[in-house]
C-alpha cells in the first residue's frame, strides 16, 4: 500500500515488537523508487520458533509515475519463485530447499470510504495473479462503524467486478478452516507504537482527547481475526495455496515460455524431473542393453570358438587317418 498507511506501524502491532528502526530504514531518497527491504525475524511463541521474513516497500505510490511501483515487487517476487526452482532442480539443495517465497501479502487501502483508486486496483489485478493477497483497510480509527461496512461493500464490489482474486475467498479448497473469518474480509485495522491505559489495563492502542482506539478491541477493529487468520488458521493454506497455486503457475509459464509441451506442464510433478528421471532411465536402460550384448557377443566367440576347434581336431583327426592308410 501507499506510504503512511501505517503498515510499519501496523508491524510492530503484529508482533507486538518495536520493528520499526529494522523493517523501515528511512531513506531521504527513498521516494524516488521502491524500494525492497526483507527482514529476517525469529519469533518465538510457546516454545515454537516461526521464521519469518518482513518484507517492506517503502515508497510505493509516491512516484508520479506509479505504474512503474509495481515493477521492483513483481520483480522481487519472481526473483525468490526462481531462487525456489532453481532449487528444486540442484541435487544439492532439492532435499531441503530455502525457500524464500512471499506466502502472504497485505495489501493496505487508504481509509477513503471510496471506489479503490486507479493504482489499487492494477496492483491488486497484478499481485493477486502471482501470490496471496490479502486486503487490510489503514487507519480503520479515521472511520465510523457505517463508513465501515459501507466500504468493505464497495472495496468487495470493486475486487469482484475487476476479477481480482484475493486470498481465502478465492480458493475454494483452503477455506474449511477459514470459513469463520472470511466475513471480516477485507480486514480493518488499527496500528499502535504506544500501549494506553484502558480500565487499569495496559492495551495497545491510540489515545485522542476524546478517548481511546484500542487494537485489540473487536468493537474498534478487525485485528484480532486477521492476526488469528495469519498466525493459526491460514498458515498452512497459506503455504499450501502459496505452492500448489501460485508457484506451479509461475513454474508453468516459465516452462510454457520456453515451449515445452502443455501435456508435461499440467503435470503435477517438475519437468525438469521427469526429464532427469527419463534421462536416468535411459542411461540405466543403456547398461543393460550393453550388458546383454557383451553377454551375447563373449556367448558368440565362444560358440564360434568351439565350432572352430571342433572343425581343427576333424581336420587333425582326417590328417592323421590319411596319413595311417
Ligand atoms: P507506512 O509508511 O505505511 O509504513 O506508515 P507508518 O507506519 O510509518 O505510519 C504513518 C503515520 O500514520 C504515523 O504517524 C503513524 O503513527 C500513523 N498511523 C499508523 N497506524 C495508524 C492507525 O491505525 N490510525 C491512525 N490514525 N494513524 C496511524
Redesign the pocket.
Known amino acids: 500500500?501507499?506510504?503512511?498507511?501505517?503498515?510499519?506501524?501496523?508491524m510492530n502491532t503484529l508482533f507486538n515488537t518495536p520493528l520499526?528502526e529494522e523493517i523501515?530504514p528511512k531513506n531521504p531518497q527513498s521516494t524516488q523508487t521502491v524500494e525492497i527491504s526483507p527482514v529476517h525475524y525469529e519469533l518465538v511463541e510457546d516454545g515454537v520458533t516461526l521464521n519469518l521474513t518482513v518484507v517492506?516497500t517503502?515508497g510505493f505510490g509516491d512516484q508520479l509515475n506509479r505504474e512503474h511501483n509495481l515493477d521492483p515487487i513483481v520483480e522481487y517476487i519472481d526473483n525468490q519463485f526462481e531462487a525456489y526452482h532453481a532449487a528444486e532442480r540442484s541435487s544439492e539443495f532439492r532435499r531441503a530447499i530455502p525457500d524464500t517465497r512471499i506466502h502472504a501479502l497485505l495489501y493496505?487501502i487508504a481509509p477513503t470510504g471510496h471506489a479503490l483508486k486507479e493504482l489499487d486496483i492494477k496492483a491488486l489485478q497484478v499481485l493477486s495473479a502471482k501470490i496471496n493477497v490479502i486486503p487490510v483497510i489503514?487507519?480503520?480509527?479515521?472511520l465510523t462503524h457505517e463508513e465501515k461496512s459501507a466500504f468493505k461493500k464497495t472495496i468487495l464490489r470493486d475486487i469482484e467486478a475487476n476479477a481480482i482474486r484475493i486470498f481465502p475467498t478465492a480458493y475454494p479448497d483452503d477455506r474449511e478452516s477459514v470459513e469463520e473469518l472470511e466475513k471480516y474480509i477485507p480486514f480493518t485495522?488499527?496500528?499502535?507504537?504506544q500501549f494506553v491505559d484502558v480500565d487499569g489495563k495496559k492495551v495497545r492502542g491510540?489515545s485522542y482527547r476524546w478517548g481511546v482506539?484500542e487494537v485489540e478491541n473487536e468493537q474498534h477493529c478487525d485485528f484480532i481475526h486477521l492476526r488469528e487468520l495469519l498466525m493459526t488458521h491460514a498458515l498452512h493454506d497459506l503455504l499450501e495455496t502459496s505452492h500448489t497455486v501460485h508457484y506451479h503457475n509461475y513454474r508453468a509459464q516459465k516452462l510454457r515460455s520456453s515451449g515445452r509441451p502443455e501435456s508435461i506442464l499440467a503435470c503435477d510433478d517438475s519437468y525438469e524431473h521427469r526429464i532427469e528421471r527419463s534421462k536416468q532411465n535411459m542411461a540405466e536402460e543403456m547398461i543393460k542393453k550393453e550388458e546383454e550384448m557383451r553377454q551375447n557377443f563373449v556367448l558368440k566367440v565362444r560358440e564360434k570358438e568351439a565350432s572352430l576347434r571342433e572343425r581343427e581336431e576333424q581336420v587333425v583327426y582326417c590328417k592323421f587317418f590319411s596319413a595311417n592308410k
Open positions: 500500500g501507499e506510504s503512511g498507511l501505517g503498515k510499519t506501524t501496523f520499526k523501515h517492506d517503502p493496505f489503514a487507519k480503520a480509527d479515521t485495522v488499527i496500528g499502535s507504537d491510540r482506539v
